[in-house]
């Protein structure tokens, strides 16, 4: 019997696929001091995010999606590296974050989510904020990435002292004020950024790879410097937004996820390319109207509280996610472990990795992975969730010269329930302490801390 007309068939009926499947391509959107109640469809009353309104409704919107740590340079650490940052050595007790005069950065025996990617023929760029090191050895291109075109560190940084003071500099900003240099791969080429403009930059230059680069698989780690004081916005977006300068500063970011998600629609690409949105962690709200919402939450950037970790999440991948809204609890750290995993690629077994698959929430919808959070202020475990409970065993304002306050026993609030955290369930749960001091004492039984690396500081 001829063999053929059985072979057509059966790729007829889906028994074997026409083509062989193609890697999917991958963009992560991740914005800087974003709170949990910035956009619309995460309730914002007055700030108008049409396009990240649609994503979320296209695809899935996280309820429950946390940043690794509630401050920068940890933060996007644990996102590259599917790793809590203690175990990189990126966090501090001293220095929450690398500055221009650190002289560490990321460990090049990490392994990144674009140098797993690489393994599988990726092309990989990396665009906007940086912040894992400003020496030329940690910048993305020796991380894995095939270009790269951004800050190295926060846009406050190299602030021009003689200018004005801090707060009003952030306030009332001028691009003078802050020499923070632009980089391409790891040449200066502007200085002082002309940050007015840098978030249409950034994704014109998104664009441009996604464009030159759409008939191979591709990495586009997209890192905004805004929302982070000081505020700056393009012309288009100046004044559009009720909720003033903050909002004009959203608005424009939701402008460049429109842009993008149309880029790859126009390129046939949108039906092959997983899209995340997110933050490194929440708003900061010292800054006051500069600075944006935890909607419910409590608290905001700096503190192990909801409102400083607890992040919009969005999950975009039309044709393959089925729309939804999802309550499972997932991190920044479960990109890495999930993209590696959609690649193909093979996620590191000689290290303790802490990203979780989401494949199946994202094919299949359903309950996560993801049953335990740990959240550390620098190299301090000072909460963990299980569950819907989670006990705080330290507290501490976010800012200011306020002191760590010890609980024994800990505080414990059913975020479920409560999730601005205001109703201390800990006496009436004494099993529910007994649980999490277990999974506490697992972790810290197979915990290996990384040598610090934001301590040490650039001899002159």
């Known amino acids: ?6 072979v057509l068939i059966l790729m007829i009926l889906g028994s074997i696929p026409l083509f062989a499947a193609k890697s999917p391509n991958f963009v992560v959107i991740f914005c800087d001091d974003l709170g949990y109640g910035d956009l619309g469809c995460f309730g914002h009353p007055t700030i108008q995010t049409p396009n990240l309104d649609r994503m979320a409704a296209q695809g899935i919107k996280f309820t429950q999606f946390y940043a690794a740590a509630p401050v920068c340079t940890p933060s996007r650490a644990a996102l590259l590296t599917g790793r809590l940052p203690v175990r990189s050595g990126m966090c501090s007790d001293k220095r929450r974050v690398l500055f221009p005069d650190s002289a560490g950065g990321l460990p090049q025996r990490e392994i990144t989510l674009a140098e797993g990617l690489k393994t599988k023929g990726y092309a990989t760029a990396a665009i906007g904020k940086w912040h894992l090191g400003h020496k030329t050895q940690y910048l993305p291109t020796n991380n894995g990435f095939d270009t790269y075109f951004g800050i190295p560190y926060s846009n406050d940084m190299d602030r021009i002292a003689s200018a004005t003071k801090y707060r009003e500099a952030c306030k009332n900003a001028k691009i003078e004020y802050f020499n923070v240099p632009l980089l391409r791969d790891t040449k200066e080429i502007e200085r002082p950024a002309d940050q007015t403009t840098i978030t249409r930059r950034y994704t014109e230059e998104a664009i441009r790879f996604i464009q030159t680069n759409k008939n191979n698989p591709f990495f586009v780690y997209l890192a905004h ?22 909002g004009d500063v959203i608005e424009e970011i939701d402008w460049s996820v429109g842009q993008i998600l149309k880029t790859l629609q126009d390129e046939g690409l949108a039906e092959n390319t997983l899209v995340w949105f997110t933050s490194d962690n929440g708003p900061w709200l010292i800054f006051e109207t500069h600075g944006g919402s935890a909607g419910l939450l409590r608290d905001g950037k700096g503190s192990t509280w909801e409102g400083g970790m607890r992040e919009p999440g969005i999950a975009w991948w039309p044709g393959r996610i089925k729309p939804h809204t999802n309550h499972s609890i997932a991190s920044t750290m479960d990109i890495y472990t999930t993209c590696l995993t959609l690649a193909g690629a093979k996620v590191p077994e000689d290290r303790v990795v802490d990203g979780m698959d989401l494949t199946s929430v994202l094919l299949k919808g359903g309950k996560g992975p993801r049953e335990a959070m740990f959240f550390y202020r620098g190299e301090q475990l000072y909460a963990v969730r299980k569950g819907p409970w989670k006990a705080h065993y330290i507290t501490r304002a976010a800012y200011g010269r306020s002191q760590p306050e010890k609980h024994d026993p800990p505080v414990l609030y059913h975020l479920d329930h409560d999730p601005a955290e205001k109703h201390d369930l800990a006496k009436e749960n004494p099993v529910v302490l007994a649980e999490i001091a277990k999974v506490v004492k697992e972790h810290n039984a197979k915990l290996v801390r990384g040598k610090n690396q934001l301590n040490t500081l650039i001899q002159k």
């Open 225 to 246: 410097s805004m929302p982070h004081v000081p505020l700056f916005r393009d012309k288009p977006f100046v004044g559009v937004s009720k909720r003033g300068i903050y």
């Open 1 to 6: 019997m001829n063999l053929l007309p059985r």
